[in-house]
T-cell receptor
Framework: NAGVMQNPRHLVRRRGQEARLRCSPM?????VYWYRQLPEEGLKFMVY????????ESGMPKERFSAEFPKEGPSILRIQQVVRGDSAAYFC?????????????FGDGTRLSIL | QKEVEQNSGPLSVPEGAIASLNCTYS??????FFWYRQYSGKSPELIMS????GDKEDGRFTAQLNKASQYVSLLIRDSQPSDSATYHC?????????????FGKGTKLSVIP
């Protein structure tokens, strides 16, 4: 499968625990975006990364959320001390280049449930 | 606040009819426009992209863009039950450095056999 790979598909955490979501972009893509989708809502941008760089984190909550895209390995979205309101579907997308004309392709998402 | 507006629906059309999905956006400098289809519980799937005024056709799908009116639409001809899904309009914001997509809330389409 040469598409965007996300894991896990489903993640259950208790309040106060940490959640780690992983995303491997499509082959040949070096730009990664994270979006969050609440039930019956549109997707909301969180963060845009290239290898070893955070380019735009304007959609990230100021506390508890962080993201990285190391030189080797997948991009990681980390949520510390999760709360019920963090329950959502988290989608990763990747694109080939840095241009508004480069379409973003989405992974299957991680459904995060907070007990 | 840069926004993308869509009718939430549901939009119901009979099989074989034309489904018309509409979207308006607030950022006049927006440059790229996309339509994504999302089946329930699945990921968004890119079905159309359009960058300049006018129409763009791909099979049964036609995207229409009018930048003066800040309006983009998607027409689905010969609608099939398998087209039943939520359709998201997405726009890249103007400005340098980031090409994040701003999404509408999506229009739920039901094609009735």
């Amino acid at each position: 499968n040469a598409g965007v790979m996300q894991n896990p598909r489903h993640l259950v955490r208790r309040r106060g625990q940490e959640a780690r979501l992983r995303c491997s972009p499509m082959k040949g893509h070096s730009h990664v975006y994270w979006y969050r989708q609440l039930p019956e809502e549109g997707l909301k941008f969180m963060v845009y990364l290239q290898k070893e760089n955070i380019i735009d984190e304007s959609g990230m909550p100021k506390e508890r959320f962080s993201a990285e895209f190391p030189k080797e390995g997948p991009s990681i979205l980390r949520i510390q001390q999760v709360v019920r309101g963090d329950s959502a579907a988290y989608f990763c997308a990747s694109s080939r280049g840095q241009s508004g004309n480069q379409p973003q392709h989405f992974g299957d998402g991680t459904r995060l449930s907070i007990l | 606040q840069k926004e993308v507006e869509q009718n939430s629906g549901p939009l119901s059309v009979p099989e074989g009819a034309i489904a018309s999905l509409n979207c308006t956006y607030s950022d006049r400098g927006s440059q790229s426009f996309f339509w994504y289809r999302q089946y329930s519980g699945k990921s968004p799937e890119l079905i159309m992209s359009i960058y300049s005024n006018g129409d763009k056709e791909d099979g049964r799908f036609t995207a229409q863009l009018n930048k003066a009116s800040q309006y983009v639409s998607l027409l689905i001809r010969d609608s099939q039950p398998s087209d039943s899904a939520t359709y998201h309009c997405a726009v890249t914001q103007s400005g340098a450095g980031s090409y994040q997509l701003t999404f509408g809330k999506g229009t739920k389409l039901s094609v009735i056999p």
